[in-house]
């Protein structure tokens, strides 16, 4: 159990009560953060006018962070989005509160499509939250009548990626 100012919390630790891929989302944003410290410190001139502070741990008077939930942590019911919860958790809910629960249930009022959600959002503003439903846009699919096709995708890797379908090169 952890142990602080000379009292033992029995609350679990915040990677015991997450969904194992949002604790790994947490953990990757965490990795990034510090690799762009240690490449600031390395390398100051690449980052001008940027101000680069290093990771640290968050303030007591705002413990809470942003979680992320990919698509393998949620479901979408009607108007409903049904967050996974870890064993850990449902387990601390139930022994420590009389809380018997499988799944976090969010009414949102919204008629969403599960399959251009990229992933959902849990954001921290003062005392309240914020649900972040972050969707990937509809792709329309047209009929073209000349033979040559072109495709700009601003979404990739790198900057940009452009792809003609039909071109002959001489």
Do not use: C
């Not at 018997?100 to 921290?124: A, D, F, M, S």
Request: proline letters at 6%; zero cysteines.
């Amino acid at each position: 159990m952890p142990y602080h100012h000379g009292r033992v919390h029995t609350a679990p630790t915040p990677a015991y009560t997450l969904q194992s891929r949002t604790a790994q989302i947490v953990l990757d944003e965490l990795v990034r953060a510090y690799k762009n410290w240690f490449e600031y410190l390395k390398n100051p001139q690449k980052f001008k006018g940027q101000e680069i502070k290093p990771p640290r741990f968050r303030p007591k008077r705002k413990p809470h962070r942003t979680i992320t939930y990919d698509r393998t942590g949620f479901k979408v019911i009607g108007t409903k989005i049904r967050l996974s919860l870890s064993k850990e958790l449902r387990r601390w809910l139930r022994e420590k509160h009389n809380i018997h629960v499988k799944y976090l249930w969010i009414e949102t009022g919204l008629e969403l499509k599960e399959k251009l959600i990229r992933n959902i959002q849990i954001v921290p503003k003062g005392q309240e939250f914020e649900l972040h439903i972050i969707y990937e846009p509809e792709m329309e699919n047209r009929e073209y009548s000349g033979n040559r096709v072109m495709v700009i995708d601003p979404n990739s890797g790198n900057f940009m990626v452009i792809g003609i379908e039909g071109f002959e090169v001489n």
